[in-house]
């Protein structure tokens, strides 16, 4: 019996795009930070189970993580994936889930790690933009990647334009991610993730394009 639990704190389109990915788990619970995050609703809708730990209600980050940890243990999960968890978790507990605790980040690791990669990737002119998916270690969003996507920066972009150009791309990653990782296909040594029986192509990105 694989089960998989899926912390949220607001819109949840990635867990949306998680739970429509026929996935192959017998069981999958949401939790939310924060009991007005849509992500709840969509979840319910679908017939998920759900459960809030509300962060307001806690004093401290420790004790939000002892109840959060406390609530996930009920369901024994195989893995754990952040969708949008945006609450900062002590190192207690990343160790307590140490190799079973997976996050989307908006950005091609390492750069840009913490809050608005978007406008920050605009301001520093990068032309390849992207998104990553890594195992989750106490130095925020660095842990061992497991696959990135990558899209091009167009000069009239915005941050919504690129936003959203990036988050097609998280819908299509996080699900291949957690499918690896609940076929036993992942193989974590160091700060380093094979997919066994999978394939490379040595493509290249140009944003612009070259021209003649
Ligand atoms: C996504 O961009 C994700 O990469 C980041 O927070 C955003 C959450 O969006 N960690 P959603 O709640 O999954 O729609």
Redesign the pocket.
């Known amino acids: 019996m694989k089960t998989l639990v899926i912390l ?8 949306r795009a998680l739970l429509e990915a026929e996935l192959p788990v017998d069981r999958i619970i949401v939790i939310s930070s924060n009991p007005n995050a849509e ?1 709840l609703k969509t979840a319910a809708d679908k017939g998920v189970q759900t459960a809030c730990i509300n962060r307001q209600t806690f004093s401290d980050r420790l004790a939000f993580d002892t109840a959060l940890s406390d609530e996930i243990d009920r369901y024994r999960p195989d893995l754990i994936t ?5 609450r900062i978790l002590t190192d207690d507990f990343v160790f307590r889930y140490h190799r079973r605790l997976m ?4 950005s091609l690791l390492p750069s840009f790690t913490g809050l608005h990669t978007h406008r920050r990737a605009l301001h520093d002119g990068v032309k390849i933009h992207g ?1 990553t998916v890594h195992f989750v270690t106490p130095e925020l969003d660095h842990g061992p990647i497991v696959i990135q996507a990558a899209v091009p920066v167009f000069s009239n972009d915005t941050e919504k334009s690129l ?1 959203e150009r ?2 097609v791309q ?1 819908h299509r990653i996080y699900p291949q991610a957690v499918r690896w990782f609940l076929q036993g296909r992942i193989k974590l040594s160091a700060n380093t993730v094979t997919i066994t029986d999978t394939c490379v192509h040595n493509s290249v990105i140009y944003s612009p394009e070259l021209q003649k």
Do not use: D, K, T
């Not at 949220?8 to 990635?14: A, F, K, M, P, T």
């Open positions: 949220i704190s607001g819109r949840g389109s990635n867990m992500g952040l969708a949008g968890f945006m996050n989307i980040h908006p998104c936003a990036v988050l998280e």
